[in-house]
């Protein structure tokens, strides 16, 4: 019971650490450009509690999912003083608008690369992408890579931590693979046709690292953006993953699945180690979920981030803007499918929760 608390109350503190950070984005250029913010709510659904200040009603929401900055005049909204009111949003200089869309993304990757600083520089060691040790009869040896080797691309995508390799080849589903590498200072080339092992159940590169780096100077500063750029990386991959069709239903997750199988697991797997580890590990999932929703968020979709930035963008081309009521039915469709995705979702994780 008293676990089953304490995995409640990080999810609730997790996901409102990266629901603010991303509206607090918006938030804050949206004011530095003269927008009249009408309410800033975290979570979803009827009010827990609110209060009103200036312009702005700021309010907490009864479901911890989710959270909004809502503008005077977006797709509509409470434009009362008429269209000429300069605090609208749709009377605000389109740049002024789309640096307001950007930064609740923006931001999302900045909370990720503070708390990427904060992991990497507790940890002060990593591991690099070099060859410690080549499995004999692999593929890697066949191509000629030895231990000492510094992996430095893979099919051109550049590697800068040994958990890239790792991630690549997770995601590897056959065909030959373009090896650069870095050995005594030369770069040579290689390519190699990974292999399948039956005992591991995938693709295996034949190299290993059993290493790590101690930090030393800027290093912390460096490696801290590596990580942040990985789990961009991964993001990214993932939603690659969903589009082909190789994610099953049971691969996907929302909050209730985050909150059982990611933030609660998480904590029984690091609670004996203490309570630096367990913050370590909750400061993982933040980055990870930080960095989930601002790429997400920009993906060009109606009533994302990255939809409102296609409307924007193409009011730059055209010097118009599209009218605000097809704009607004756009996103009102996108609104409605999202909520649907959401139904579709929660079911999804009661179902692997509580089922499987």
Known sequence: MIDTLITIILFILIF?????????????????????????????????????????????????IGGACMFEGEDGLNNKEGENNPGAFPNAN??????????????????????ALILVNTVLAIREPVVTEVTVGSAAEQA????GDRIVSLNGERIHQFKEISLFM?????????????????K?????????YQAEERYLLGVSNNTVKELQGLDG???????????????????????????????????????VNVVGKSYEETKEYGGLI???????ITLMLSVNLGVLNLLPLPALDGGRLVFLLLEVIRGKPISPEKEGLVHFVGLMFFMILMVFVFFNDLSNVFIH
Do not use: C
């Open 278 to 284: 367990v913050l370590m590990q909750m400061l993982n």
């Open 144 to 147: 000629g890579l030895q231990a």
């Open 94 to 115: 389109v740049w002024a608008r789309i640096a307001t869309v950007v930064a609740g993304p923006l931001f999302n990757f900045i909370l990720a690369f503070i708390i």
């Open 188 to 196: 040579y080339s290689a390519t190699l046709t990974p292999e399948y």
């Open 16 to 64: 409102g650490v990266v629901v603010v950070s991303h509206e607090f984005g918006h938030f804050i250029i949206a004011k530095r450009n003269g927008i009249h913010v009408v309410e800033f709510a975290v979570g979803m659904g009827p009010d827990l509690f609110s209060f009103q200040k200036g312009e702005t009603k700021y309010s907490l929401k009864l479901l911890p």
């Open 221 to 259: 500063i460096k490696y801290s953006w590596y990580e942040m750029l990985f789990n961009v990386k991964m993001t990214y991959k993932s939603l690659g993953m969903l589009v082909r069709g190789r994610v099953t239903r049971q691969d996907v997750a929302g909050p209730v699945g985050i909150a």
């Open 170 to 186: 997770q995601l590897y589903t056959g065909g030959d693979v373009a090896v650069v590498y870095e050995r005594q200072g030369e």
